[in-house]
């Protein structure tokens, strides 16, 4: 295993505060790193237009040979991702169809609109667990299904309205511990889900097809507790058989799993996922089917064919409710409303790893917008919804795809993949995958984090002779330990992270605007009182050199008692403040404009029991 926390970018160092983290900050938008496809595409124009064919070929050309990794990098997630779409479509109790189209309509759009430069949407499985509920609805007037595409447009549109509210940054002011306790949770759902590909596939050929789904017939809103991490593991599916069969599979993911983790180390110079790929096709078709051994393909997990990738909801096949039906929106807005939570803090949570992957900040504001206006057109087309996804997001920077063009090539590919490459692509052994897939998820899981578990249990004394990296508070470890256990065994708790989050963020404005208030009144009045003693000590210099004049009284005084001036506690900082207006004071109170000086006139006055005296006689 990699203890691969300095390469994700995670510090245990940093989660001593749960509820400071979340500060607004001040920070100059100019310095955000913003991405566009835009940026990537105008090798034509820039620095001048190319107007001659020999130019424009030259420049293609050399566009084409600096951008390379961004190609390798699209083809290595792309391939990646089209199990794992279709295993989240059957966790959700949807045709894999939902799944695949999610993945392509979500990265080209967010790459169009300007998202995080390196950070990959697909289809999620936090938010299929919503959705299986939602499919398992006895729903009124249409099958439950119909309702998927409207959930999830609602959804987006709630992802937009959150960006434009300032949501986002929520979003990329996530508590540490949060992140930490999530990305765990992902990690060992993401191994948990490779187990599914060992197993029989639970589909025949007519459930692939939107007409034939059933209508659900739990309640619409049922209390049950579902175990997320049972259902990544596909409880109640049959093994592969025969035995051989299954231990040839677990041998080739160990081979891919090998060469993704360890040949960075030997040469960067191939890219470790496409050699892991190359290695278990070798060994799968040039020995283990030569002796009558077959692992699973792509072909026998569903495949990647989509007949039509271009459907959208106002075809034939799709039968849509009734919106006039007050029980339709009561249906949408609910579940609308929790894949929108659950979706925020996936999202959130996987800015908040490329950002420390890329030692940079993202756009919170694009990503949430761009990725509500995806998930508005996914709707229309006949999709499950997408989000950020940390497990791709971390494949694509291990294979140097960090842009924004290499978002985009993604989702280009897969829909190169569904609609016209499938008679290739559908061979590619499903054990290649799960072990790209399973390294890469032991490089972003936080062992620091899960060893400090039993390192808190220690007495103070044991702790302190730790290394510094493991000594931090037992509340923090307690507060991770909560939410990475949640996400495993509640397929809501990304929902309920999400409303503790806005609490907290909420919290933490109202008390920052009260804070600036009070620091405001405080330093008008500092400023006032210095101002004032200022003018008094300036006046009472200036009487005391004769500049000014002296009642008797206080001349009297002066003799006996010498009065010192006033001290001035903020002198630097307010010497200069109403220098003006104090000369102007000084001149005015030297002289009457007759000549005469005022009796009693002195303002620097001060009271003692001889005036009294002085007074009574």
Known sequence: MIPADEEVGLSMANANTTVEDMEITDEDPSERKVGSIWKDLNCLCNPTRAKRPGEICSRLGKWSVANANQFVSSIVVSICMIPEAISYAIIAGLPPSFGLQACWISCMMTAFIGGRPGMITSASGLSALILSRLVNTDTIGASSIMFVPLVVAFAGALQGISACIGLSRLAANFPEPMIIGM?????????????????VFPLTEEDTYVETAATGTAKAVEL?????????FGSGLAWLGPWMNLFVYAGEVAVACICTMYLPRVTPAFPAPIVAMLAVVVVEFGLARQFNIFTPLIMDYGGVQVEYPWTTVLSPEYSLPS??????????????????????????????????????????????????????VIGFMGGMGANGSVSMSVLADRTFGTT??????????????????????????????????IAIACSFIQWRSL????????????RKLLPPYFQFGRLEVFFIFFICAGCLTADISAMLFFVFAVGVFLFNVCYKVVGNKNEKEETVEGTSGAIEASVSNTIAKLMQEGVLPESSSQAKVNKRERVDPMPDPEEADDASVGSDYLDSIASSWSSKGDGS?????????????????????
């Open 323 to 376: 919106f006039s039906s007050i029980d339709t929106w009561k249906i949408i807005m609910g579940y609308g409303s929790a894949l929108f939570a659950t979706q925020f803090v996936e999202t959130s949570i996987a800015l908040n790893v490329v950002n420390r992957l890329d030692e940079s900040n993202g756009p919170g504001f694009l990503v949430l917008f761009g990725q509500g206006i995806s998930n508005a």
């Open 183 to 199: 990305v765990n949770a992902l990690a060992i759902l993401a191994i948990a889900l490779q187990f599914r590909y060992a197993k």
């Open 597 to 617: 000086k005022a009796e009693g006139e002195g303002i620097y006055y001060v009271h003692s029991e001889e005036d009294d005296d002085d007074s009574q006689a």
């Open 451 to 462: 060893v400090a578990i039993f390192t808190t249990c220690l007495p103070e004394r044991r």
């Open 404 to 437: 924004c063009l290499s978002t985009f090539l993604t989702g280009f590919m897969m829909f190169v993949f569904m609609a016209w490459g499938y008679p290739v692509i559908d061979y590619m052994p499903l054990s290649a995958i799960s072990g790209i897939n």
């Open 224 to 232: 049950e507790w579902v175990p997320a991490v049972v259902l990544y």
